[in-house]
């Protein structure tokens, strides 16, 4: 059984940052990727940004030049910094790992609010 829980969300107003983690635990050999998704209220599940195990990153347009992923290999935690916040980033960002065998394993989320 694997988990992931996620950290770090709340209210920020805009500009400001917040810095997200993730850390997963169970039955994990080994991880691939690890990445961040969001979901705003009405809209689809979206990539912001994604890191492999070797520690390449792909970057969502839109969090470009604001947002950092990173990742601890030894924690099998990743994160997320987020700086210069907009309202438009307000939504539930969840952790994603990919693992052996290609399986996908999600957290449940944590809420980003960003007030203008």
């Known amino acids: 059984q694997v988990q992931l829980v996620e950290s770090g969300g709340g209210l920020v107003q805009a500009g400001g940052s917040l810095r997200l983690s993730c850390v997963a635990s169970g039955s994990i050999f080994s991880i691939n990727a690890m990445g961040w998704y969001r979901q705003a209220p009405g809209k689809q599940r979206e990539l912001a940004a994604v890191i492999t195990s070797g520690g390449r990153t792909t970057y969502a347009d839109f969090v470009k030049g604001r947002f950092t992923i990173s990742r601890d290999n030894a924690k099998n935690t990743v994160y997320l910094q987020m700086n210069s916040l907009k309202p438009e980033d307000t939504a539930v960002y969840y952790c994603?790992?990919?693992?052996?065998?290609?399986?996908?394993?999600w957290g449940k989320g944590t809420l980003v609010t960003v007030s203008s």
């Open positions: 994603n790992i990919n693992v052996a065998l290609g399986t996908n394993y």
